[in-house]
């Protein structure tokens, strides 16, 4: 237990470090926060919600907020775990400099999980408040939306991170979100529901961590029964956990071996 807490408390400070230097430029990037979703819920939920109606007894607008903030908090933690973590490990070297200290590479990969769950966070906070505002929440419930964000972003940055640890420049990600993460977000229910697709393609969708993400917070968001919440919840931990210890070991192959 002393060794978990010395593990949190240096990756804090990783965490600390990342949310210092972001902090400075803030505004650019809160601002891409609310104008995105926004855009994505003008132009396809008025949009195409004109010609879909309702789906599953609400309207596609709400339908497809609750998809955009899972979306918001995959992108957001992907991109922190491979672009920003790969220029601050391969370009600038920040983390040789981090683990000459007492901080070591597990404090490093959990901190940089814990900024990119941060990311994610912030950025669910403002498409919640453009959903608020446009009515596509249905109550109080939709606050616990947040945390499922902040789980959401700790499986997504740990994945990104596993991808980083193997790249070479950043074009290797091109592959990741080409034959991974657009993928999943085509199949995870983010635009129709998945029980529109044939079995065997449901089987998949099931199985990859976004569609647990969508589950707890869809319910949340436009109202209606949650279930399998233990199912959905428990995919994520262990997404988020098998990706980490991954992630450590091969990072620590490249920065020590």
């Not at 596993?162 to 995870?188: E, G, Q, R």
Request: charged share 10%; aromatic share 10%; net charge positive.
């Amino acid at each position: 237990m002393n060794k978990v807490h010395k593990i949190l408390m240096r990756s804090l400070s990783v965490w600390q470090r990342n949310i210092k230097v972001w902090s400075k430029l803030a505004g650019p990037s809160l601002l891409g926060n609310f104008g995105e979703p926004f855009l994505y819920l003008l132009v396809l939920g008025y949009g195409l919600g004109r010609f879909v109606g309702e789906i599953d007894g609400v309207s596609y607008m709400a339908f497809l907020a609750s998809g955009v903030v899972c979306t918001s908090a995959v992108n957001s933690a992907s991109f922190e775990g491979m672009y920003s973590a790969y220029t601050r490990m391969d370009v600038q070297q920040t983390w040789l400099g981090m683990i000459s200290t007492p901080v070591n590479v597990a404090d490093v990969v959990c901190g940089e999980i814990l900024w990119g769950a941060t990311k994610s966070f912030i950025s669910v906070v403002a498409i919640l408040l453009v959903s608020s505002v446009l009515g596509l929440v249905n109550g109080f419930w939709a606050l616990l939306v947040l945390p499922v964000a902040f789980l959401t972003g700790l499986c997504f940055s740990s994945m990104a991170l596993l991808v980083t640890s193997k790249a070479k420049s950043y074009d290797y990600f091109l592959y990741y979100t080409t034959l991974v993460i657009t993928p999943m977000v085509l199949l995870s229910g983010v635009f129709f529901p998945i029980n529109t697709l044939p079995e065997v393609v449901q089987g998949i969708a099931k199985c990859l961590p976004l569609y647990h993400a969508i589950s707890l917070v869809r319910p949340l968001m436009i109202g209606g029964e949650m279930q399998l919440v233990i199912l959905h919840i428990g995919v994520l931990i262990v997404f988020t956990a098998v990706s980490t210890i991954l992630a450590v070991r091969q990072i620590q192959k490249r920065l020590i071996n």
